[in-house]
Each structure stands twice: as C-alpha cells, then as structure tokens.
C-alpha cells in the first residue's frame, strides 16, 4: 500500500509517496525528465519490509515549481535532499538514486555523511568523470544527441524530444521505449522541461574521483549489459 502527503523542504512544498511505514527507511531519488513514478515497482516490491519513500524532486511531478528567480541546480536538490531526510527522522538511511539523482545523492551525502547508510548509484550521470581523451566521442555523441532533444523541445513536441533521448539511451534502438507501459512514457513527457532546466543550471558543484573517495558509507554502482556507453564509462570509473 503507497500513500501520498506533502512536506516543507527548504521552503518548498515537496510531494512524497511512501510504504508503510515498517522497517528500515530506504529513499529513492529519480533522474533528469522523471519524477517518483520511477520507482513505483520498486515501493511495491519492498514495501513490505522497508519504510520505503519516494518523493518529486522540486520542479518535477508534483513537488513545487519555484520562481525563475530560482535556478535549477544540483546544490539546491542535494540540500533539498538532506533536508528531507532530516525532516524524515528516522536516522541514518539508505539511499537509491538514479541517473541525475545519484548526483543529487552523492552531493547530499558528502555533506551529510552521519545520515546515509548506504548508497546505491544506477547510472550515475557524473560527467567530470569522463575525462581522459578517449572520453571524446562519448561527450560529442551525446552533445550532439541533445542538440536534437532542446530542438524538439523549442518546436513545443515533448514526445519528440523523449522519443529522441529514448534513442539516445537505447543505444539507437526504439525497442524498449515503445514497449514500457503508456504511464512510463506519460511521466517522461511530463517532466521532459526539466531537460531545459538542467542545461541552462549553474554549476556550483564539483564531483569527482576525489569526492567520492571521500563518501565514508558502502556504495553500490550498478549498470547494465546494455547501458548506454555515455552512463557505463561513468559507472566503471566510480567502480
């Protein structure tokens, strides 16, 4: 059984949606052009264990859409992220994050150490960590895809611009974009403006190798046999 409230988070109004409240306390965090109907499965399936919590990262899903005056930026959504967890009150916890948000997670952790037990990093987007030579068609292929993605997106064709990002991800393959489930693809599409966000945000933050040796709880990267090279070079690294 999921439920849904709101919190106050660092002024803004943040939705959750949680297990029961049982067990051990495991936050998710979603990427870039989602929101927490990422890990939908993910509550059903532990929910009964774990005290599990999803929530919309400000400007996604349900959660707040600040004033312009107030730019997107992975600092902001790591000190969201601390905040909620120290709003949530249960102690250290454990930490599942994806994509951008295991950016967010890694952020929020550096500064929070005495409140993650655990990190688990499913394709982390950290992209200072590609940066040898070699790195070079990887950053261009990418670059290039996400010329076409804001393309779509000036033109006002969100579903475009997704079905282009689901190229890009798949490895230029359309298979498993049009085989998710109508709602997947509806929570992309509905989120697909913070692509826009994300590339215009202010870098105030610095992550890399050293940063991460410097996280003190366990880590878990996970990628799979088919992740995008872009993600699975980044993932190898942290490894």
Same mark, same amino acid.
């Given at each position: ?31 870039? /052009? ?7 499965? @993910? ?6 264990? &774990? ?20 730019? &997107? ?10 905040? %909620? ?6 102690? *250290? ?6 994509? &951008?948000?295991?950016?967010?997670? /890694? ?15 499913? #394709? ?5 960590? %590609? &940066? #040898?030579?070699?790195?070079? *068609? ?9 010329? @076409?993605?804001?393309? #779509? ?19 230029? @393959? ?6 998710? *489930? ?12 913070? /692509? ?14 050293? #940063? ?28």
């Amino acid at each position: 059984m999921q439920g849904t409230r709101s919190v106050i988070v660092n002024g803004m109004n943040v939705r959750l949606h949680e297990s029961s409240k049982q067990g051990p306390l495991v936050v998710f965090v979603h990427g870039l /052009i989602s929101d927490h109907r990422t890990w939908r499965p @993910q509550l059903d399936h532990l929910g009964g264990s &774990y005290h599990c919590v999803a929530y919309d990262m400000r400007y996604h899903g349900l959660s707040a859409k600040p004033p312009s005056l107030q730019p &997107y930026s992975l600092a902001q959504h790591a000190s969201d992220l601390a905040e %909620l967890i120290h709003a949530l009150g249960s102690g *250290p916890v454990h930490v599942v994050a994806h994509g &951008y948000g295991a950016c967010v997670a /890694i952020a929020a952790a550096l500064e929070n150490q005495s409140r993650v037990r655990s990190l688990t990093l499913v #394709e982390p987007s950290l992209e200072t960590m %590609l &940066y #040898e030579a070699q790195d070079a *068609p990887v950053r261009a292929a990418a670059e290039m895809q996400f010329e @076409q993605i804001h393309a #779509e997106l000036k033109r006002r064709r969100p579903f475009a611009a997704m079905e282009a990002f689901a190229w890009w991800v798949d490895n230029g @393959q359309m298979a498993s974009w049009r085989a998710i *489930p109508q709602e997947y693809q509806a929570m992309v599409v509905d989120n697909a403006h913070t /692509i826009g966000l994300w590339a215009h945000a202010p870098e105030t933050l610095k992550l890399g190798s050293a #940063e991460i040796r410097a996280l003190s709880m366990p880590v878990l990267v996970l990628n799979g046999q088919e992740t995008q090279a872009y993600f699975g070079r980044i993932g190898e690294r942290l490894s």
